[in-house]
């Protein structure tokens, strides 16, 4: 059996990829009423022409929030910055689409038996990838590619339910399941974090051949090959991803050519949202994107008032920022607080905490409270979860009332050392405080944030997780007994509800289930969710089609979310 410190570190590839809060982000709130949610316009692109005419060549230098670890996409750690790279370099079986779904995209077609037992996937046509060989995609590399997903640390609790993967002929592929799983299609999609790999770079795991950006890694991790719109050409650590345009790519543009319009793309990591700004107001690059709430509502809003750059802001199917209480981590060497498994307790830290005051501080209160795990709009959403309105004076009683029985109120709020994530803990530390808790701060860097709460070594840490396409997408997080589950809570109205809506095909049931884990995670307070967070991209004045162009084959308008990045094939710099 491996030990907590060897299991942390084979799953550190997982929480690393959460964007813990505050590694580049800062939080806010909609400054309404405490109870309510208040969901911002329909996102909407600004600068775009009514009739656009895309013109093109041009290059895209792109600034992201941070650099990544690798693009062996089975084994990386992907937040929103290597997601985003992704949609350049490679393609996914399958996409949302903007009535909550998943549309086919390299796949033609993704199709259920009747018992959604198995699914079979027929590929398209006449897709290569942008390697030396042009190799044509078949169902063996999509199987192989599949195959390392559901045998990797970061992948496999997902996939979990897949018993056989199996080439039915060259393009298709057929996986067969141990139970129902109706929402299959949201796991290929793997929240961003998939996309099929040349054989190629499959072949490269293990191998060292040299680069600039190699270190340690191997090929696979350093010389991604894919199907996507553009060719890798090179990666410089720490300073640019470099990519030109896939003259063969498979998806065909209005005016006759294949898709990009652009000649060439640039990646460049910029950690500091404030040096993103700069960069695009001086033009050392042409978009940014961005989850600094009070930029989306100060300095980036002014400049799009003012024409000099385009911008747009989504909250669909964001992430939900929250704090984490480790109840009982199946991974700890030693026990839990114990006050943290009583469930007044974790109400009364709840009610201690001022979330609208909380987000004007941090956000000038421009992000949307959240109270449950789900945004508006999706299954399992309530306006009313149960959750406790902030009540100091209810919290007081409990923590005297812990005091009373001879229990000790010390707690150790985990947190990393950037100014935003120090900013929010100290205001929650007062917060706490004042209604009677002993809080000890420990700030340390984030790889031992990241160790720390997946061994349990914390009672109270802040995230930033979960977007909420279809809820099943998170029954990893939130199922007893996984190693996912960091909060170590064991819920069977939870577990019970989020197996009925992974086998459930009536959508009524399947709300109903949600509608439970909702008013459940209301009640107990396992996690305190605080606000959901905002995603924008800026970018100069001539550049547009943020959101790219309608999905293939009649698939209707793309979705209006970028959490998980977003489409690069439609955009184009104006150069009349």
């Not at 062996?72 to 779904?101: H, K, N, W």
Request: one cysteine or more; a negative charge.
């Amino acid at each position: 059996m491996s030990s907590p410190r060897t299991t942390a570190k084979r799953l550190g590839v997982v929480l690393a990829g959460l964007a813990l809060i505050g590694t580049s982000c800062i939080f806010g709130d909609d400054g309404g009423d405490g109870g309510s949610v208040r969901v911002r316009p329909e996102a909407v692109e600004s600068g775009m022409p009514d009739d656009p005419e895309p013109t093109r060549g041009g290059k895209l230098v792109y600034a992201l929030e941070a650099e990544s670890n690798s693009f062996c996409l089975s084994e990386a750690t992907l937040a929103i910055s290597g997601m985003q790279v992704l949609r350049a370099f490679y393609d996914p079986l399958v996409v949302p689409d903007a009535q909550g779904g998943y549309a086919p995209y390299l796949a033609k077609s993704v199709e259920p038996n009747e018992a959604r037992t198995a699914w079979t996937i027929s590929l398209r046509k006449g897709i290569t990838f942008n390697d030396e060989a042009r190799t044509p995609l078949t169902a063996a590399i999509v199987r192989d590619n599949l195959l390392a997903y559901t045998s990797s640390t970061l992948f496999g609790v997902v996939f979990e339910p897949v018993q056989k993967i199996e080439v039915v002929n060259e393009l298709t592929v057929k996986f067969t399941l141990d139970r129902p799983w109706v929402t299959f299609p949201s796991a290929l999609y793997g929240g961003g974090r998939i996309g099929i790999m040349g054989p190629s770079q499959l072949a490269g795991r293990g191998k060292q051949t040299g680069g600039a950006a190699q270190g340690d890694l191997d090929d696979c991790a350093t010389k991604p090959v894919g199907t996507g719109p553009f060719r890798f050409v090179s990666w410089t650590r720490g300073e640019s991803i470099q990519g030109i345009r896939n003259e063969a790519y498979w998806q065909i543009a209005p005016d006759g050519k294949p898709y990009p319009y652009l000649e060439a793309v640039e990646f460049r990591p910029m950690p500091n949202s404030d040096a993103r700004i700069v960069a695009l107001q001086q033009g050392e690059v042409n978009m940014l994107h961005t989850s600094t709430a009070a930029d989306m509502d100060g300095s980036l809003a002014q400049l799009r008032d003012a024409g000099r750059i385009n911008l747009l802001i989504s909250e669909e199917s964001t992430e939900t920022t929250y704090l984490i209480l480790n109840i009982d981590n199946m991974l700890s060497s030693k026990p839990a607080n114990p006050i943290l498994d009583r469930t007044e307790v974790r109400r009364a830290i709840a009610a201690a905490i001022d979330r609208e005051a909380l987000n004007d501080a941090q956000n000038d209160g421009f992000a949307a409270l959240a109270n449950g795990p789900f945004t508006p709009g999706t299954l399992g959403y309530l306006e009313d979860s149960g959750a406790p309105d902030y009540d100091p004076a209810a919290a007081k009683k409990v923590v005297a009332k812990l005091k009373a029985e001879g229990a000790s109120v010390h707690l150790r709020y985990l947190t990393s050392g950037g100014p935003a994530s120090v900013a929010v803990a100290d205001d929650v530390r007062q917060m706490l405080e004042a209604v009677g808790f002993d809080i000890e701060m420990q700030i340390v860097d984030e790889v031992d944030v990241i160790n720390k709460v997946i061994t349990g070594d914390y009672d109270i840490s802040s995230f930033r997780n979960q977007p909420s396409f279809d809820p099943d997408s998170n029954s990893h997080w939130w199922t007893s007994g996984t190693v996912l589950n960091f909060g170590g809570f064991s819920d069977d109205v939870i577990d019970r509800s989020l197996a009925l809506g992974r086998g459930e095909t009536d959508v009524d049931a399947r709300r109903q289930a949600y509608e439970l884990v909702t008013k459940q995670f209301g009640e107990q307070q396992y996690n305190i969710y605080l606000w959901y967070t905002p995603w924008a991209v800026a970018e100069s004045s001539d550049v547009h089609g943020i959101l790219g162009p309608p999905l293939p084959d009649n698939g209707g308008a793309a979705p209006k979310n970028i959490v998980t990045g977003h489409p690069l094939i439609g955009i184009w710099i104006d150069r009349d």
